[in-house]
């Protein structure tokens, strides 16, 4: 189980993956808005995009962004979204491994918390996170969109 920072030349390879992570989604903009937000987000400390290959195949990835905050003595939180693993390799860690590295690097930046939404309700999904080290007790998500 071989598990890096994602790099320009992966993109591709993502884009493919998060096939897997939404039945439905929008369209993706032309080709140079996509690369422009990639470039974007690979150029910001912050943000880290992980990937997990088996062979040279991107088949997991997860993107965690550190944000910067003047409360819990100025230490930061960190997001992570978009945990997606191939169909074909769900069920053998590559989340959970996923999950390690993106929580290694907050925890190395000096977050206080890291958090993560899923739009799953299965029992399944929400023990995987539970047993990546997340609690679902606490605190209620709730999540804005545009009309």
Known sequence: MHVR??????LDALLRLYAHLHEQDLPLPDRAQVE????????????????GY????????CT???????????????VI???????????KGWG???LQEALAFAWAGG?????????RKDDATLRFYEGAGFSREG????IAKPN
């Not at 605190?139 to 709730?142: A, N, P, V, Y």
């Open 64 to 78: 965690i962004t550190l944000v910067p905050n003047l409360t819990r003595a100025c230490r930061p939180y960190g």
């Open 54 to 61: 088996e062979n040279e195949r991107l088949v997991a990835g």
């Open 96 to 98: 959970r491994r996923l």
């Open 5 to 10: 920072e994602l790099q320009a030349s992966d």
């Open 81 to 91: 979204e978009n945990v997606v693993t191939h169909a074909s390799f769900r069920g």
């Open 111 to 119: 977050c206080y918390k890291v958090m993560l939404l899923t739009g």
């Open 36 to 51: 422009a937000v990639w470039k974007e987000a690979l150029d910001n400390p912050r943000i880290r995009y992980f990937g």
């Open 139 to 142: 605190k209620t998500g709730f």
